[in-house]
């Protein structure tokens, strides 16, 4: 539990550290971002994607860093997917409303 809960909290802050790329992307209308989609929410999208390499490193780093509670590990990078999701929805639709 205290693995799942640890990994939980250090991956919400890759998760949080996404936020202030996002509104620095879209403040700053990168042109390869806005041409990934045709309605304006390239950056959503991009900022999607560069985070989930992110996420996929860390995971590896936490394996490697747990290798005695590999499943604790994973379970509380899981649970992180949750929030991350519900930014990029959040994110998505503050650009399409």
Known sequence: ????ASVFGRTMWVVA??????YTAYA?????????????????FATAGLWAVFL???LAAMLWRFPRARTAAVAGWALS???AA????WAYSALKG
């Open 17 to 22: 550290g996404a936020i202030p790329f996002w």
């Open 81 to 83: 997917l949750l929030p």
């Open 86 to 89: 519900a930014l990029v929805v």
């Open 1 to 4: 539990m205290r693995v799942t």
């Open 28 to 44: 700053s209308e990168v042109a390869w971002m806005e041409d990934l989609t045709e309605n304006g929410t390239g950056t959503v």
């Open 56 to 58: 996929v490193l860390f």
